[in-house]
């Protein structure tokens, strides 16, 4: 009888020694037999590296990366899928938590699917400490892989929880892991990158748990509106994206405006986004608004 795929789950921890134990916890308790835990501690500052060490010494069976400083999520998950020994790669954050059959579901979903690169799955919120029933997903993310081209709907915002996501390693490092340009954004670029490079599928029960709170990374930041035109420029230089050349020539113009107006509200914001600002002048006829955020905050 053959063994049953490993999967490697990389859990990204900063600052969350409150939850990074029930995170790991919950992928150490999967009815899914092979596993590959990698943790890797990103500079925290708080207790998360002593909340690990215990677990590490009372449990096992996963690797601890840290004592490195700050880098950075995207540096996280690189270091994560070059560790990588699984046929299966996830991402799990460090204030999340999985239900039991997580990773068994998803990976029967691919096993049952060799054409899919990937497949996403809904979850479960959690507020506070309380799983509640309600689900993450509406249903135009819901319908998303439904569609014949699913890219139209990513560019245009409707995008997969990522974290849901259970993805192909070889397939991952094919398409060049993570791009450490985006600072916290890693369900931007890369749902797009996997839909260009087979089916990629969705598994429509809650098999996450999604923690709502205010150290979020997307409610504690602003760098969505800096990452989105990073990841716009970047697909219009790419020649498999031709095609969506019109659509993404009116998204970068949006996110310039964006930024525009968040620069406005904070009286000038950083000298990087007013740098970045000055990429939308080839835009600045089109749109009055964005031409006035240009002028006010020109370098």
């Keep these: 009888m053959s063994s049953p795929p490993l999967v490697s789950i990389v859990i990204p921890s900063y600052n969350h020694a409150r939850y990074v134990g029930q995170a790991i916890e919950s992928v150490l308790d999967q009815s899914w037999p092979a596993l590959d835990l990698i943790v890797i501690d990103d500079g925290s500052t708080d207790k998360s590296v002593q909340v690990i060490n215990d677990i590490l010494a009372r449990r096992g069976n996963f690797r601890f990366v840290h004592g490195h400083a700050n880098q950075g999520l995207m540096n996280s998950l690189n270091m994560g899928l070059e560790m990588a020994r ?73 995008l997969p929880v990522f974290a849901t996501g259970l993805f192909r ?84 113009r949006r996110a310039y405006l964006k930024l525009g107006r968040h620069l406005t509200a904070t009286r000038g914001g950083t000298a990087a986004e007013r740098a970045l600002l000055q990429g939308g002048w080839p835009y600045a006829f089109r749109d009055i608004r964005l031409l006035y955020h240009l002028l006010k905050w020109r370098v």
């Design 86 to 158: 699984g046929d299966y790669f996830c991402e799990l954050a460090s204030d999340d938590y999985l239900p039991s059959n997580s990773i068994e579901k998803r990976v029967l979903f691919l096993e049952g699917h060799p054409d899919h690169v990937a497949v996403f799955t809904d979850g479960f919120s959690v507020q506070g400490d309380t799983c509640t029933e309600k689900t993450i997903l509406d249903h135009q993310r819901r319908d998303l892989f439904k569609q014949n081209d699913p890219i139209p709907a990513l560019l245009n915002g409707t």
């Design 169 to 252: 390693t070889e397939v991952m490092r094919s398409l060049g892991g993570f791009d450490p340009q985006f600072r916290c954004y890693e369900d931007l670029e890369m749902p797009v990158l996997l839909c260009r490079a087979g089916k990629v599928g969705l598994l429509a029960e809650a098999l996450f748990c999604r923690r709502e709170h205010d150290t979020n990374t997307s409610t504690t930041t602003a760098t969505i509106k800096t990452d989105k035109i990073l990841w716009y420029r970047k697909l219009l230089a790419n020649a498999d994206f031709a095609a969506y050349a019109p659509l993404l020539h009116r998204r970068l």
